[in-house]
């Protein structure tokens, strides 16, 4: 065998220009100029011999065997075989995939493809199931891993790009994904609105039972039931009064059943109240109803009993007596007026004369009944023989027997003894009746008369203590006859109430309501206040006094310290000079005045004193602030206060009633006094509180030596063990009689 030596056949400088130009371009444009391994020489080494063989054929004739011709033909076959082996290997790489398309993206697709022709080109075999064979990335940056800079910018700006697609795509898949959730919170959403809707649907008219429209009802249902009270007994003892009328008889009575259905229609819908809040339910409203007692005595007011007018005929009413048991109505209807009307006293002397005159005509109807029934005539107890003409007329039967059981309730008049055992039972029954009557009419009739001249027994009360004191202290007739004048002044125009003592049984906002409806108007005329915060002027409203004045009578004078600021609510008031008679000005219904010395204002030049004379032309109604009141309003609102003291800062330097000095100056002398005596007071407090807390933790620590002192004789004496629960309890005595 010749030895073939390829160093001197291929010299470094051959080889070297055995690369053409093409694939030196071709291999900078696609990137791929890398550092060789020892395969690639070996592989690229072959390739270069072949194609330099391939040159010198023509030249050299020799055996294919020895020389370059069997080096040649042996490199052409391990070409061969690699080429077929990588051809063969790859050939399920070479499918498309669509998925793996989606993922890679049309550039990656581009350059793997590039990178797989190379490779079957240099015959570069690919390990099944390592890194390059399932992750054409990771391959993709292991072949480009020697690439120059610009083309690492350029991966990295398609690595970014798919990124960001990839981003995209996320993002497209979570709005459908949001678009589905809204789809369902959408049904959900219109699924509740369904059932709000349904809710709505399901909510029914309720009547309050506070309402206007529920008491004209209650007014409505009060007729048929007075209507059925009055005159089914009267119909039913006075056989005239029914057949006479029968017809309008008939078209009431079923008039007033069908209001009795409706009426049971309204109880059916009437709401009540379930921890404050008035219930819609129809089901909570229904059993409400129908578990009382009031539903069944409804029921048995409506059963037909009338029907029986098809077989007995029409002059039984009688038979409609169920009917009466809707008194219950009736009841509820006077109720109801009685919270009511304006004058309940009167209302209810009235409705008691009406109480007595129902039990006197049925005592009236029964009396005619039971004469009937014993005969009239018979003897002197019972109604008179009707054959008489003048005893046969129905006015003279019912005025008849309307009067004999006037007397007999009443006993106050002489009536015909009875006769028979059972007229004498009727008149006890009357007769107790009639004391029974008597003792509520006497009762109620003086309690109603005392509550009405309450009032004015009280007031008198006061004046007469009054006269009497005036009286023992020999005060002058002239100023007696000035304090009666002004008591009657009072009374005659009804300003004797105390709105403190009247409103004291209200809770705090409803009085607050009701002074700011009466004297927030007024206040909001004072300049000072017109600016301040409503919870400012809502406690200023609650702390006005009213106050009467009498003719003459001095407000306040010049020099005097103020303690109060007025504002006229009535009457008129003239600033005066010293001597009392000279008018400067006249002051009428919405002025003001002495806000400004309650203020206590720096610098002021009259400090908090009245600079003026005011006193009252006639009777005079006054609203009074006091400055304490002021001071304790304003201790909660501290802006405000500020405010206030600015207006009048303001108000003093437009009449030039301020000193500028003295109020730049420091702190009030007596403003630091109050401080230092509130602190004082503070901290005398919180001295008897820790004094307080010492003395408890000084008991509490001696208990607690006590105990300790305890266990350790019980320790000493027994050791470690545990004490019997007889040594225990012989031990205790022992124990008390050292304490």
Not at 26 to 31: A, D, K, T
Not at 243 to 271: A, E
Not at 475 to 495: H, P
Not at 499 to 507: A, D, G, I
């Amino acid at each position: 065998m010749a030895k073939i030596n390829t160093q001197r056949s291929y010299p470094g400088m051959h080889r070297l220009s055995v690369r053409t130009a093409d694939e030196d371009i071709e291999r900078i444009e696609n990137g791929y100029i890398r550092t060789h391994s020892l395969c690639e020489d070996a592989s690229s080494e072959l390739q270069r011999v072949i194609s330099v063989d391939g040159r010198h054929l023509s030249e050299s004739q020799t055996s294919s065997f020895t020389g370059r011709g069997a080096m040649a033909r042996l490199s052409r076959f391990v070409v061969s075989v690699r080429s077929w082996a990588t051809r063969h290997l790859h050939h399920e790489d070479q499918r498309p995939d669509s998925f793996l398309e989606r993922i890679r993206g049309p550039e990656l697709i581009e350059v793997s493809s590039r990178q797989s022709n190379i490779r079957s080109f240099l015959g570069i075999r690919e390990r099944p199931g390592g890194v390059n064979s399932q992750w054409p990335l990771a391959r993709f940056n292991v072949n480009y891993s020697n690439n120059t800079n610009e083309d690492k910018k350029e991966e990295k700006k398609e690595v970014k790009e798919e990124k960001k697609e990839e981003k995209k795509e996320e993002k497209k898949e979570e709005k459908k994904e949001e678009k589905k959730e809204e789809k369902k919170d959408d049904k959900k959403d219109d699924k509740k609105d369904d059932k709000k809707k349904e809710e709505k649907k399901k909510e029914i008219f309720v009547i309050d039972p506070s309402s206007n429209i529920y008491y004209n009802w209650l007014t409505i249902i009060a007729a048929p039931v007075f209507y059925n009270w009055c005159m089914l007994v009267c119909r039913a003892c006075f056989d005239e009064l029914q057949v006479d009328h029968i017809k309008l008889w008939l078209f009431l009575d079923y008039g007033s059943d069908i209001i009795y259905v409706l009426d049971m229609f309204v109880r059916f819908r009437t709401g009540f109240l379930e921890q404050g809040l008035l219930v819609r339910d129809e089901k909570k409203l229904r059993d409400n109803y129908t578990k009382t007692m009031q539903f069944r005595l409804d029921v048995l007011s409506l059963l037909p009993t009338d029907l029986a007018y098809l077989k007995l005929g029409f002059n039984y009413p009688e038979l409609r007596f169920n009917r009466l048991l809707r008194i219950a109505r009736l009841f509820e209807f006077f109720d109801r007026t009685e919270t009511r009307t304006n004058y309940p006293n009167m209302f209810r002397i009235g409705n008691l004369v009406l109480y007595i005159l129902i039990i006197i005509h049925w005592n009236a109807c029964i009396y005619f009944a039971i004469s009937k029934l014993i005969g009239f005539g018979t003897d002197s107890w019972v109604y008179p023989n009707v054959s008489i003409p003048e005893y046969g007329r129905l006015s003279r039967k019912y005025i008849y027997s309307l009067y004999w059981s006037t007397l007999t309730l009443t006993t106050i008049g002489e009536t015909p003894p009875p006769v028979k055992d059972e007229e004498y039972l009727f008149v006890v029954v009357d007769f107790l009746v009639g004391v029974l009557i008597f003792a509520t009419i006497v009762g109620n009739v003086g309690s109603m008369i005392s509550n009405m001249n309450a009032s004015r027994a009280e007031f008198q009360a006061k004046v007469d203590s009054i006269k009497q004191y005036m009286h023992f202290r020999k005060v002058t007739k002239d100023l007696e006859a000035r304090v009666i004048k002004w008591f009657d002044y009072l009374w005659t125009n009804k300003k004797t109430v105390d709105e403190k003592e009247v409103l004291k049984n209200l809770p705090d906002k409803l009085k607050a309501e009701i002074a700011i409806n009466v004297h927030l108007d007024t206040l909001k005329k004072v300049r000072i206040f017109q600016d301040c915060e409503a919870g400012l002027l809502i406690e200023l409203v609650l702390k006005l006094k009213p106050t009467v004045f009498s003719p003459g009578d001095y407000i306040c004078k010049k020099g005097d310290i103020g303690r109060e600021m007025y504002i006229i609510k009535e009457g008129k008031l003239a600033v005066v000079a010293d001597d009392g008679i000279t008018q400067f000005v006249v002051l009428s219904d919405g002025s003001y005045f002495g806000e400004i010395s309650i203020l206590n204002i720096k610098g002021s030049k009259s400090g908090n004193r009245r600079t003026a004379n005011i006193r009252s032309i006639g009777y005079s109604d006054l609203f009074c602030l006091s400055k304490d009141d002021l001071m304790e309003a304003l201790t909660e609102y501290p802006e405000a206060k500020k405010a206030l003291e600015e207006k009048g800062r303001q108000i003093l330097m437009k009449d030039n009633l301020i000193d500028e000095e003295a109020a730049k100056a420091g702190a009030d002398p007596k403003d630091l006094e109050e401080k230092v005596e509130r602190l004082e007071t503070a901290l005398d407090t919180l001295q008897t509180r820790f004094a307080r807390l010492l003395a408890e933790y000084t008991s509490s620590q001696q208990k607690v030596k006590q105990r300790l002192a305890r266990v350790e004789t019980r320790v000493k004496k027994y050791g470690s063990g545990t004490l019997s629960v007889g040594e225990a309890e012989a031990e205790k005595p022992e124990e008390e009689k050292k304490q």
